[in-house]
Nanobody, 116 residues
Framework: QVRLVESGGGLVQPGGSLRLSCAAS?????????MGWYRQAPGKQRELVAG???????YYPDSVKGRFTISGETAKNTIYLEMNNLKPEDTAVYYC?????????WGQGTQVTVSS
């Protein structure tokens, strides 16, 4: 069983930056198949904003490419999402997602609001 806890969300002005963290219980990076970040804005479907399948290229949709970066720190069992040049349309609840042994796990989400 993997437990994921996100943090780092908040209110930021357009053009600002945030770094989201996803702390995992246990050794999340062992037997991991996929790690990623999704977001869901009010009235919209949840969408993938950064995906890192093990052994494959990292994926970013065009809407965030060049502004968002996903990374992981094995020693801390933590996954990060660095977000730069934030725009109002980036406002959403952001969720960490991991697949370990092809079992899906989700965090509870952290709110990101981009507004002046």
């Amino acid at each position: 069983q993997v437990r994921l806890v996100e943090s780092g969300g908040g209110l930021v002005q357009p053009g600002g930056s945030l770094r989201l963290s996803c702390a995992a219980s246990g050794s999340v990076f062992s037997r991991i198949n996929f790690m990623g970040w999704y977001r869901q804005a009010p009235g919209k479907q949840r969408e993938l904003v950064a995906g890192m399948p093990t052994g494959l290229n990292t994926y970013y949709p065009d809407s965030v490419k060049g502004r968002f970066t996903i990374s992981g720190e094995t020693a801390k069992n933590t996954i990060y999402l660095e977000m730069n040049n934030l725009k109002p349309e980036d406002t959403a609840v952001y969720y960490c997602h991991v697949q370990q042994d092809f079992r899906p796990y989700w965090g509870q989400g952290t709110q990101v609001t981009v507004s002046s």
